[in-house]
């Protein structure tokens, strides 16, 4: 509601505008006309121009749906185990920051630009979730979908729909087994400022991974590259190293990383090793921006994973010799 009537006032600042190019425009004075007028009305025009795509950003902000599904999550010991491992090794990046799926961090303090605010969720039951189906919320992590309908921007923005459907159905169970702790956060977590719907309406901003409805699934865990590849597919490391996992490049939204090619010339414990601690094998501390501590977090058969796949990446050999 805030966004449509600041919008709002931004149409009537250009109205003025032009208003004022009128009333000068009309005067007796030739200097005022000619001085005046044309500034008022091309600050008009390109303000109006500026609330034009501020709607449209609008749109864009509701435009976002997908079907929640029917189904309820069974709450085994091994799914809510399972639930936890995900949890701990990709969720707790930006909803643990200062307790066990807490949230209540702007991400948006994180973006190359100041777009709005992007606060992560309290995913325990103090939040919204208690509120929430099971569709609802495996809604949410694959469609970035809210209980409401509203589009959840960051979720969106991750690969967290990568995550198969029964990997999904964990988190669930996981989630559903925690005891309510920290603060209740906004039940709107991610709004746009006027800057984020002008860029959203100019299409300088992505509108989310598409949505998808059919069924994901993972291969069988072990210590395979193709497992890596699973792992790889809901982690986001691409969205800082590249698709290619060559190296970012200028103008992504995330931080730019460096290949990942460059693991190859890591022996296995090494890369474990960096995983687990941030430092890497030539003493260097990994970047804050680098979510190892979460990605630490996953057991020695997943690790192992990421590297069989990281090894066997375009250029890995090189970096090998």
């Not at 799926?101 to 777009?115: E, F, Q, R, S, Y």
């Not at 290619?244 to 693991?263: K, N």
Request: hydrophobic share 45%; charged share 15%; aromatic share 8%.
């Amino acid at each position: 509601m805030l966004n449509i009537v600041l919008v709002f006032i931004v149409f009537v600042a250009g109205g003025l505008l032009f208003w004022l190019g009128l009333l000068t425009w009309r005067g007796q004075s030739k200097l005022m006309t000619w001085a005046v007028t044309p500034l008022a009305v091309l600050s008009a025009a390109a303000i109006c121009f500026a609330g034009v795509l501020m709607v449209a950003g609008l749109t864009k902000m509701h435009a976002r749906g997908a079907p929640a599904p029917d189904l309820t999550a069974a709450s085994t010991r091994q799914q809510i185990r399972r639930g936890e491992a995900i949890a701990n090794s990709f969720c707790a990046g930006c909803h643990s920051p200062n307790g066990t799926l807490t949230g209540g961090i702007d991400v948006g303090k994180d973006l190359p630009a100041p777009i709005g605010t992007f606060i992560s969720s309290n995913l325990t039951p103090a939040g919204q979730l208690r509120h929430w189906s099971d569709g609802q919320i495996f809604r949410a992590i694959r469609n970035g979908v809210d209980a409401d309908g509203r589009w959840l921007v960051i979720m969106s923005y991750t690969n967290a729909g990568k995550l198969s459907d029964d990997d999904i159905h964990a988190v669930i169970a996981y989630l559903r087994s925690l005891p309510a702790a920290g603060a209740a956060t906004a039940t709107a977590p991610d709004q746009f400022n006027l800057l984020g719907l002008f860029m959203l309406g100019a299409g300088l901003l992505p509108t989310g991974k598409p949505v998808f409805t059919g069924v994901v699934t993972a291969p069988v865990k072990e210590p395979t590259e193709r497992y890596g590849a699973y792992i790889m597919s809901y982690q986001d490391c691409r969205e800082c190293h590249g698709k290619d996992l060559m190296g970012g490049v200028q103008g992504q939204m995330a931080p730019i990383g460096p290949g990942l090619s460059l693991t190859a010339s890591w022996k296995l414990s090494e890369f474990i090793a960096t995983m687990r601690t941030g430092i890497d094998p030539s003493g260097h501390q990994l970047s804050k921006e680098m979510p190892w501590q979460p990605i630490g977090k996953m057991d020695d058969v997943e690790l192992e994973a990421l590297y069989r796949f990281l090894t066997h990446l375009p250029g890995a050999q090189a970096a090998q010799n």
